[in-house]
């Protein structure tokens, strides 16, 4: 596995605006969450900070994908695409599986 090409495709421009478009839909989702959803309130605080913009998408595609052996798996299969052969319902999983760390970083700072 090869560091660079994991870099290579999180600053991807097409590979990060798909992380946010799914950062999109997954805010989303958080904010229709039952309340009573373990950490809900910096989740939800979390999902805002996405909605309004103020995240980094390349930054979060480099949480997707080290987070993800699967998706770093795929990278690496054919590193020339730059993530563009990695099904957007892998990233959902990634980005639903980090959520609550991101939400708990943010809530700390």
Not at 33 to 40: G, I, L, R, S
Not at 43 to 67: F, K, M, N, T, W
Request: no cysteine; aromatic share 6%.
């Amino acid at each position: 596995m090869s560091a660079h090409d994991l870099i290579a495709t999180a600053s991807n421009a097409d590979f990060a605006g798909r992380v946010m478009m799914l950062m999109f839909k997954t805010a989303q989702n958080v904010a229709s969450e039952d309340p009573a959803t373990p950490d809900h309130d910096v989740r939800i605080d979390y999902a805002g900070r996405v909605i309004r913009g103020d995240e980094q998408p390349q930054l979060v595609a480099a949480h997707v994908i080290s987070s993800n052996p699967t998706i770093a798996a795929t990278i690496e299969s054919d590193p020339d695409q730059y993530g563009a052969n990695v099904p957007d319902g892998d990233i959902e999983f990634a980005l639903a599986s980090i959520w609550t760390a991101r939400s708990l970083a943010f809530a700390a700072v």
